[in-house]
């Protein structure tokens, strides 16, 4: 009679259960595995049979057949070293079958027995909570992500031989506890920026409310040090907010050791050079960097400079804020609520409209630069703003500016008043607003809708543009602690969206 142990396997980034099924026969001693296992899952017979010899048990010398179920979902990492291992020796009698009873085992195993870390430790728990399991077992090193989860029994484990102790009475697993990863402190203050009034205000607003930003202006004029200021602007992301960052991170293999939750909000810039693949998953159907920026920012310097093939693959998930993956692996969804903050020169040579420097780019080259970017991509994006050179006098003034702390709490107040007003709703900020629910947030007056309406006609706007517009304009009422959209607010989001509507003469 096959034995039973409860393990997890991760897809995309969530959790999928997989029974491990181990049967002993008397026969020529050789160990099978099937259920669709992947490399690493063929190699982990190797692990587990050394593993065991080095706790100082005996591996059964018969024919052992090893099955994952369900077996039409492909099974991949090393994660099924444990479970394996329990199934082996529990069949053999080593470990009595009834003390696997409501017990989920996750962990890869070393050729001397102890355990090592494994991605995806945090859904693994999520699924095991949802199972009900009374205990799940994961490496010490891991065990944190697990103990986030609340209501759940989670026991950190150092070898093989303590889970067989432990399993036979004899000895006991330590509770693990997480630990929050701390907070570092932000890296640049928003004081540290001369200047620049227009652009800080861009910043707020799209703090304030989630929008996308594009910043335009000659090389050294401060687009890189105002982006990486943003994040010193967002406020502080909720429990749920944080479970769900670190649940990306932790299938990327990518969270601080003994670290069990993020609660620094992610701030992700990828090289230009970054592949498809690489900017929205891959075909191993793990996070790419618009995942891994859920929650927080995802910032492209020199956006022209990105392939536009990868490019025109980010309109969709920017609408829909997730990644949608299919490939003959399956198909998977990945969270991809972030923020984009994009940088870029107003040509190739990057000084036109200079005051002193000579643009020398041609009519065509110009053209063709401004084709790197789409139409529709340009759509998706709420706010554009100009940054000009910094005059001499700004940068040698001595005028107090304000700091990161004093516009994080004006962001804050205005991401708390969007909080209650979507109470109920699957909302976070004004961002996620779709066309209708945008104009019923806004409570416009007639005064502003009629400038949004002459707005859209002489910007020649398309409809999702405009409802941009008004999403910005529910953003600055929120700063202003209003409850209603009025003239000034869609003036001021109408002129951010003016400066992305000019001729190819005077850039992007």
Not at 112 to 121: E, H, I, Q, S
Request: hydrophobic share 45%; net charge neutral; with cysteine.
């Amino acid at each position: 009679m096959a034995t039973t142990v409860m393990a997890g396997a991760v897809e995309g980034v969530d959790g999928v259960e997989v029974q491990v099924e181990v049967d002993l026969v008397r026969r020529l001693p050789r160990v099978t595995v099937v259920g669709l296992p992947a490399s690493a899952v063929k190699e982990s017979t190797e692990r587990v049979r050394s593993a065991i010899l080095a706790s100082g048990l005996d591996f059964p010398k018969q024919r052992v057949t090893i099955n994952l179920a369900p077996a039409d979902v492909r099974k991949d990492g090393t994660a099924f070293d444990l479970p394996i291992a329990l199934g082996v020796l529990a069949a053999a009698g080593v470990v009595p079958e009834a003390s696997l009873e409501g017990v989920m085992a996750v962990g890869e195993l070393s050729l001397t027995g102890a355990l090592r870390d494994v991605p995806g430790a945090l859904p693994l728990a999520l699924l095991a909570r949802q199972r009900g399991v009374k205990a799940l077992i994961l490496p010490q090193s891991c065990a944190g992500q697990g103990a986030v989860v609340p209501e759940l029994n989670v026991l950190a484990a150092a070898t093989l031989a303590d889970v067989v102790e432990w399993l036979n009475g004899k000895g006991a697993l330590k509770k693990a506890s997480f630990v929050a990863e701390p907070r570092p402190p932000f890296v640049g203050d928003l004081a540290d920026v001369r200047g620049q009034a227009l652009a800080r205000r861009a910043l707020e607003i799209a703090a304030a409310g989630g929008h996308n930003l594009l910043l335009i202006g000659a090389p050294g004029s401060g687009k890189t040090m105002l982006a990486s200021r943003l994040a010193g602007l967002l406020p502080p992301m909720t429990f749920e907010e944080a479970i769900e960052t670190t649940r990306v991170h932790s299938v990327a293999g990518l969270l601080p050791a003994n670290v069990g939750l993020l609660e620094q909000r992610p701030f992700r810039a990828p090289h230009h050079s970054i592949s498809p693949a690489g900017l929205l998953g891959g075909a191993s159907l793990r996070p790419g960097e618009l995942s891994l920026a859920h929650h927080g920012v995802l910032f492209l310097d020199e956006l022209p400079e990105f392939s536009r093939g990868t490019l025109e693959q980010l309109r969709s998930p920017l609408e829909r804020r997730e990644v949608v993956i299919a490939r003959s692996a399956g198909a998977v969804t990945l969270p991809a609520g972030c923020m984009l903050v994009a940088a870029a020169n107003p040509c190739p040579c990057g000084f036109l409209g200079h005051p002193l420097k000579p643009c020398r780019c041609g009519d065509a080259m110009l053209q063709r630069y401004r084709q790197r970017l789409s139409g529709p991509l340009l759509d998706r994006i709420d706010l554009c703003v100009r940054v000009e050179p910094v005059e001499s006098e700004d940068l040698f003034s001595e005028r107090r500016r304000e700091t990161s702390a004093e516009v994080r709490a004006r962001v804050t107040a205005a991401r708390r008043a969007q909080t209650e007003r979507y109470k109920g709703l699957a909302l976070h900020n004004n961002a996620m607003l779709d066309g209708p629910g945008c104009r019923e947030a806004a409570q416009a007056t007639p005064a502003a809708l009629r400038l949004l309406r002459d707005t859209m006609e002489r910007l020649n706007l398309s409809a999702r543009a405009c409802d941009r517009v008004l999403k910005v304009a529910r953003t600055i009422a929120d700063l202003d602690g209003v409850a209603r959209v009025d003239l000034e607010h869609i003036a001021e989001a109408a002129a951010f969206r003016a400066q992305d509507s000019v001729d190819a003469r005077e850039g992007l």
